[in-house]
């Protein structure tokens, strides 16, 4: 029996109604950013762009120098558009290039800036900033892709757009637009539309491509290198603060002096004068009379606090948030040549290539669309550290291919080259170099052109008669050249006969006739002229 509903058009109403009070995708997508917090901690974990520059770009000098050499690695690099296939399609050339981003992306940028001193900036703030990096993409009136330029940050709030749809019902897109905040008269702010590639520049003259290192849990929201080391960068800072605080008071850290029994206001001013520290009373002596007096230190001793080991181990940190070694940003110091090298070729394959990854995936966009024929790469061509796992895999086809367990044409295939495609190439070489093994036809083959290159046959019973033919031919031919040379050297000697016998053997002279006859072979027999 079926069941009944009590009451189903009231049911259905009302389920209508509290569905449009629930929360849609767009709600889910901007969810808010659950800041981590511990209750009496004076510790702010949200590095914003201009913190993360004014209080560590500049002024740690690890996470400078980690910012620093990724951003220079990062720009040796050609932007190049390959077309096909994403990794092994050709480059499209620089004069033929639909989409300008050659240019852009390795001349120029924007008038104000060159394309190596904008893609710095764009890595910049891919590793500093948490919102993520936001460019102003500008459109020419054809339509194509004018300038690139960089945004502030901290000045953009991505908010939704709503779209009434034909049917009544709103659309709601998350990510629709960016509200830049400005200092012109031109407003409070300026909302540009999310890039579309399919806008013409009527309808997007301005645009904005929010690029970014992914967060786990929040979508409109990215995530820094220098997010995860803000406190790593806090304990450097106070470390080095401390060492200098301790040095401007003559390595003295502040005290109490405690003078028995009572004593006058005038004193006690002239005993601070005396004990104050600093760089001016630096070496001092000071006498002073007394009966008793006891001073009581209130800060650690340098020793306890081990400001140096904390600075050591705050750059170890740093250097692994940012996946660069220390080798790379400059202290190389207890490593081998070797050691160093395979630190630099890890930081590329680990830190380096992902980036670049990351980065070509999100601005592929600007060619046309994500799934055209058009993919915007760094070139890793020539990039010889990466190239380590390739040689070793051709050296290792080398050794194959001596040993006989692999053929000539496998080992082109693995060392990226065309294969020959012949019979020769097609058989393994049992070790010797002399002994051909693999498919029957092609090991027939290899050995009649090896046994013909010998001046042996192959098979005497089955190449009797050939044998015998071209014997009979070569016979004729050669005692035709006999006479030629003897005829050549008759003219050169004017007129005298040159002949000669070694061991009852006739020497044929070497000669060129009619491009045909080449240099003699020894074959410990008759001495025959080679014949091409």
């Known amino acids: ?150 945004l502030d940050p901290d000045m953009v709030e991505i908010v939704p757009v709503r779209e009434r749809l034909a049917d009544g019902r709103e659309k709601v897109d998350p990510l629709g637009a960016f509200r830049v905040t400005v200092n012109d008269a031109s407003g409070p702010y300026n909302e540009l539309p999310r890039f579309d590639p399919k806008a013409s520049f009527g309808e997007q003259p301005s645009s904005v491509l929010w690029l970014r290192s992914p967060h786990p849990t929040l979508m409109f929201r990215g995530m820094s290198p220098t997010q995860a080391a803000g406190l790593s960068a806090d304990l450097d800072k ?46 001092r002596t000071s006498a002073i009379q007394a009966d008793a007096m006891e001073w009581v230190d209130t800060s650690n001793h340098p020793r306890d606090t081990q400001w140096s080991e904390t600075m050591d181990r705050m750059r170890k940190e740093i250097s692994i948030v940012f996946g660069t070694p220390e080798s790379v940003l400059g202290d190389a110091s207890g490593r081998t040549f070797d050691n160093a090298d395979a630190e630099k070729a890890n930081w590329q394959e680990d830190t380096l290539v992902p980036l670049w990854a990351m980065l070509d995936d999100q601005l592929d966009i600007l060619t046309g669309a994500y799934d055209d024929a058009l993919f915007f790469r760094h070139d890793l061509d020539d990039l010889w550290l990466l190239k380590r796992h390739e040689r070793t895999d051709v050296d290792r086809a080398a050794a194959d291919f001596a040993e006989g367990r692999i053929t000539l044409d496998e080992w082109r295939e693995i060392a990226g080259k065309p294969p020959f495609n012949q019979p020769w190439s097609r058989v393994v070489y049992l070790p010797g170099g002399t002994v051909p093994a693999g498919d029957p036809d092609d090991v027939a083959e290899v050995i009649k052109l090896q046994m013909l290159g010998s001046g042996v046959a192959a098979d005497p019973s089955a190449e009797a008669r050939a044998g015998a033919e071209e014997g009979s031919q070569l016979g004729a031919r050669m005692a035709e050249n006999i006479n030629n040379s003897r005829q050549l050297r008759l003219a050169a000697s004017g007129g005298r006969a040159v002949s000669g016998a070694l061991d009852g053997k006739a020497v044929v002279v070497e000669a060129e006739l009619e491009g045909k006859q080449g240099g003699a072979r020894d074959r410990g027999g008759l001495a025959t002229a080679g014949w091409r």
Do not use: C
């Open 1 to 150: 029996m079926a069941r009944r509903t009590l009451a189903p058009t009231l049911r259905r109403k009302i389920a209508g109604a509290l569905g449009r009070e629930t929360k849609g995708l767009s709600g889910r997508v901007r969810s808010f950013f659950r800041q981590y917090v511990v209750v009496g901690q004076p510790y702010q974990q949200d590095w914003n762009t201009d913190r993360a520059v004014r209080e560590g770009f500049e002024v740690n000098p690890w996470i400078y120098r980690a910012v620093h050499v990724i951003a220079s690695a990062s720009i040796a690099r050609k932007i190049v558009i390959r077309q096909g296939d994403p990794d092994k399609g050709e480059p499209v050339p620089v004069a033929a290039d639909p989409t300008r981003l050659t240019h852009l992306f390795n001349v120029q940028a924007n008038p104000w800036e060159r394309a190596k001193v904008f893609r710095y900036r764009l890595i910049a703030q891919w590793l500093l900033s948490s919102r993520g990096v936001f460019v102003e993409v500008i459109r020419t009136r054809a339509g194509s892709i004018g300038l690139l330029n960089l």
């Open 238 to 283: 106070a470390a080095r603060l401390y060492n200098r605080r301790f040095m401007e008071q003559d390595g003295r850290p502040g005290g109490i002096l405690a003078v028995k029994g009572q004593v006058r206001d005038d004193t006690l001013q002239i005993l601070e004068a005396r004990f104050n520290g600093g760089p001016a009373s630096a070496g």
